[in-house]
């Protein structure tokens, strides 16, 4: 029983990790990629404006 419970926390614990770094690297891609997407539309309208 007991064996059975920590195996359950650690895969729980993986889950969590799992998860975590999911966000993690949910946040860093948005970080990355709003100023890109920021940089080409402001490029897009320049472009079109001249």
């Not at 729980?12 to 770094?21: F, G, K, N, P």
């Amino acid at each position: 029983m007991i064996a059975v419970e920590t195996s359950a926390t650690q895969l729980e614990r993986a889950m969590r990790r799992r998860r975590i770094a999911k966000i993690v690297l949910a946040i860093l891609f948005a970080v990355i990629w709003i100023p890109v997407a920021i940089v080409m539309l402001v490029a897009g309208t320049s472009d079109r404006r001249r």
